[in-house]
């Protein structure tokens, strides 16, 4: 009978946005071979053949703002984004020396959950990025300045009365910001500054308005909300039209406003949201290769 929590997650049950390879993350269990020397323990675990010893591993990310299913584990994302280490043991070193800050606050759980619009410091290389999705619907830690890094956009999830009557609003990242403006409504965001957990500014979830669609089949694309279609009883379907004059639909738990009108708050990622075709994709990949091959 199972005690308490799962500790572990296989490489293949991770979710395929971490992008990881299915026979790496070499998890070893070396408490099944006390029974013989340290030399002999690191002999057969580097030449071990059966799946007794090894169990292909992703890190399991820890209890946090963001669902399992829809963060980035530090770990991932300093080795295998960043390229900052080769193994989870320096991974490990690194957070422990304190040089890691998610949204102003230094982690050091390798496992931390960082998540869509977590802002990222490594003040040793006077580096902040910010997670966005790609439009593939990957996560990308997207560079920004130091002034970008101060704040970040939150969706509103819901909007309530506390304790003695206190309005609140609940954020996607797991945060409660009292006394908010009144004229904020759930779907809106806010943009949050880190240093002082206060809402800004916000935009209002409405047509016209430039949105990122954070989950669905077009998870990643960027567009602008044009048709609003409600479904009593059933999903409400917003449909945007990106930036070469394609239009897709999604649900409305799917939008995230990311900007007034056409002009964005935060700075795009490469692509800027916009999903090519493979056709598309393979001459832009030709057109390329020709540029080198002519140079």
């Known amino acids: 009978m199972p005690r308490g929590p ?5 490489r293949l049950n991770a979710p395929s946005h971490w992008m990881l390879d299915k026979l790496g993350g070499v998890f070893t269990h070396i408490s099944s071979l006390r029974h013989i020397s340290r030399r002999d323990q690191l002999d057969k675990v ?19 703002p963001h669902k399992q299913r829809e963060c980035l584990p530090l770990t991932v994302l300093l080795r295998n984004r960043l390229k900052y280490a080769l193994t989870g043991r320096e991974v490990k070193a690194i957070l422990m ?3 890691v800050k ?9 496992t931390y959950p960082a998540g869509f619009m977590d802002v ?15 439009p593939k619907g990957r ?24 304790k003695s009557n206190v ?6 990242d797991g945060r409660t910001i009292r006394y908010p403006d009144p004229d904020i409504k759930v779907n809106d965001t806010i943009m949050l500054d880190i240093e002082t957990g206060k809402a800004k500014q916000f935009v209002k979830f409405e047509l016209g308005n430039m949105c990122m669609v954070t989950g669905g089949a077009n998870n990643g694309r960027i567009g602008i909300m044009t048709k609003r279609e409600k479904h009593k009883g059933s999903f409400d379907i917003i449909e945007l039209k990106d930036a ?16 007034n009108k056409d002009k964005p708050l935060i700075s795009l990622p490469k692509g800027k949201g916009v999903r090519l075709t493979i056709m598309e994709e393979q001459a832009k990949i030709y057109k390329s290769e020709k540029k080198v091959l002519d140079a």
């Open 139 to 162: 996560f990308v830690p997207h560079r920004i300045g130091k002034d970008e890094s101060s704040y970040k956009l939150c969706k509103v999830k819901r909007q309530q009365f506390g």
């Open 244 to 259: 070469t004059g394609n239009t897709f639909v999604t649900r409305q738990h799917n939008v995230f406003v990311i900007g």
């Open 6 to 10: 799962k500790k572990h997650l296989k």
């Open 167 to 172: 309005p609140y609003i609940a954020t996607h």
């Open 102 to 110: 998610v949204d102003g606050k230094i982690r050091t759980d390798p």
């Open 97 to 99: 020396q304190r040089h």
């Open 120 to 134: 990222i410091e490594i003040e040793k290389t006077n580096e902040a990025f910010r997670l966005v999705f790609d």
């Open 46 to 64: 580097a030449h071990a053949p059966t799946p007794d010893i090894f169990g292909l591993q992703a890190p399991k990310p820890s209890p946090g």
